[in-house]
Each structure stands twice: as structure tokens, then as C-alpha cells.
């Protein structure tokens, strides 16, 4: 990085997991899991520019930790620079949901490491060993690391193999967000063996356990339906989503979702991983 004329500009995309299994548990307690994950154009964005070693989070109320200890994109950074940032600022804007299902925290983390990298000059595409350090960080950062599109990933998420979208998968997404967090660590508290491969390959296995923990999950269920799509839940939840093949359909199954008191948000599956971008600091800004 330029001192004090370049900034580092990246998007940090949220998942869906179009499929999700549960195929066993390890003896340190962390389940084996086979997922099909894909992007979305719904990111958050970071910068990262010189100055004091500070973290700015927008917008206020986001739910993204303030501390630097607790955030994952600022920990990404540091796991990306191999050490405490010096003379670096980092600048996290907020757009996806917190505790959603959608990976916002992990792909910060995944977003902050490779800035990191980008001001060693460093190469950004992370190799096997070092997916399996980012892993350490979230289960979805290897797959938001790996900089692919779709990925069929496994293991505790640390096994991450470029993938083709499953057939007649259409580009148009509706995310139905429900107005309550749900933990992932609660859901898998929750799982039960029985739960293993119930949802069937296409399904998702953390369902059972959400709908156990959160029974309003039901209603947003039952509401999206009544919308005219089928509504799948992503990760850990409480997000539902569905995807179409014509933005017709798509806004007009938001309108109906809406018109019953549901938040939407409608997005599109992200055709490539994002981009670091160089951002000049523009003469007011240094002057």
C-alpha cells in the first residue's frame, strides 16, 4: 500500500447454503458437515487505509462487535498481516444481517485477511494449509478465503472445492429475514443425531434444531409459501430464502412477503468472488 494515497476497498459477500448435511461428529466435539455454498451480491464492504490502528464500524447498531478483539474482520486482518496491524485503519460498513445465517462475520474475516495480504503483497488466494488456519477464525471463512463463486465444502469447512450450481438454480434471490438472532453454537447445541441427513441431499439438516429453538420459524415458513416460493433455510438461520429464475416473480413474491409484515430483501447469486480495489485518496482528503 502507498503511503497516504492508496486505500484498499473490498466487498465482503454474504452465503446461502443451498444445501446443507450433517454427516458426523468429531471427538473434539465439531460436526462434519457437506454443504453447497454460493455468493451473493448482499456485502458488506471494507477499507483500509493508513493511519492510527483503529476499527470504524457502520452503521451504529449493526450488532458487529466494536471491540477489536471481538470483531471478525479485524481478526481476519490480523491473521492476514501475521501480526497486531501498525499504522493501519479498517473501516467495516455493515449490510448483512448479524446472526443470520448469511456468513456476514466470517466473510469480514475472510475479507480482512486477504487486505492483509494485499499490503504484504502476499498472494490473496489461500492454500490448503491456510484454510485450515482461517478456520480457526469461523467454519465459513475457508469457503469466503477460497475466492470462488460456488463450492462444495466439507469437513468442519476447511475443505472447500470449486463446484457448479445445481441445474435450473436461477439467479434471483428473496431473503425473508426473520426479526430474531439465532447463534449458530445454539443450533448445534440443539442437533440431535436424529437430525443427521432428515432434510434429504437438497435439504438442510439444521433445520429441525431451529425450528426446535425458534418455533416462530414456522410462521415465516408458512407465510413464504403463501407468497408462492419455496422458502429454504440458510446455515444455522433464522433466514429463509428462496431463489427464482425471473425478477418478475422475485419482486412480486417480496411484495407479497412484505404486504405480510415480513422483512425482505431481494438480491441476486454473485456470478464471481469480489475484487480488492485501489482507491486513491483524493487531494481534499491528504490536504
Known amino acids: 500500500m502507498d503511503e497516504g494515497s492508496t ?5 465482503a459477500p454474504a452465503k446461502l447454503n443451498l444445501s446443507l448435511r450433517v454427516v458426523g461428529k468429531r471427538r473434539d466435539g465439531f460436526h462434519e458437515l ?7 451480491e448482499l456485502a458488506d464492504e471494507l477499507l483500509l487505509t493508513t493511519g492510527d490502528a483503529e476499527l470504524r464500524v457502520e452503521p451504529a447498531g449493526s450488532g458487529a462487535p466494536l471491540d477489536r478483539a471481538s470483531n471478525l474482520a479485524w481478526r481476519g486482518l490480523v491473521a492476514g498481516l501475521g ?16 446472526a443470520a445465517g ?47 463463486a ?3 465444502v ?5 475443505r472447500v472445492e470449486p463446484a457448479e450450481l445445481p441445474p435450473a438454480t436461477g439467479p434471483e434471490i428473496v431473503l425473508a429475514l426473520a ?17 443427521w441427513g432428515r432434510a434429504g441431499p437438497s435439504g438442510n ?10 418455533p416462530e420459524l414456522d410462521e415465516l415458513i408458512r407465510l413464504a409459501v403463501a407468497a408462492g416460493v419455496e422458502p429454504r433455510l440458510t446455515g444455522s438461520g433464522p433466514t429463509l430464502f428462496a431463489i427464482l429464475d425471473d425478477p418478475e416473480r422475485a419482486d412480486a413474491a417480496a411484495g407479497r412477503l412484505r404486504r405480510g409484515g415480513v422483512s425482505v430483501l431481494r438480491t441476486r447469486l454473485r456470478a464471481e468472488p469480489a475484487s480488492i480495489e485501489s482507491v486513491p485518496t483524493s487531494t481534499k482528503e491528504q490536504g
Not at 486505500?7 to 466487498?11: D, E, K, S
Not at 454443504?35 to 451473493?40: E, G, K, R, T, Y
Not at 445454539?186 to 443425531?193: H, S
Request: charged fraction near 25%; avoid cysteine.
Open 154 to 158: 466439507s469437513g468442519i469447512g476447511e
Open 179 to 195: 426479526p430474531f438472532p439465532l447463534p449458530t453454537a445454539a443450533v448445534f447445541a440443539e442437533l440431535r443425531e436424529a437430525d
Open 83 to 98: 501480526d497486531s496491524p501498525r499504522g493501519l485503519s479498517l473501516a467495516l460498513t455493515k449490510r448483512v444481517m448479524v
Open 150 to 152: 460456488v463450492a462444495r
Open 205 to 214: 439438516d439444521l433445520l429441525a434444531p431451529a425450528r426446535r429453538l425458534r
Open 102 to 148: 448469511l456468513g456476514g462475520g466470517s466473510s469480514d474475516a475472510a475479507a480482512g485477511w486477504r487486505l492483509g495480504r494485499r499490503h504484504l503483497g502476499a498472494p490473496e488466494r489461500a492454500m490448503d494449509a491456510e484454510l485450515g488456519e482461517v478456520a480457526g477464525i469461523g467454519a465459513d471463512v475457508p469457503f469466503f478465503t477460497a475466492q470462488v
Open 34 to 40: 457437506e454443504s453447497i455454498m454460493v455468493l451473493l
Open 7 to 11: 486505500r484498499l476497498r473490498l466487498a
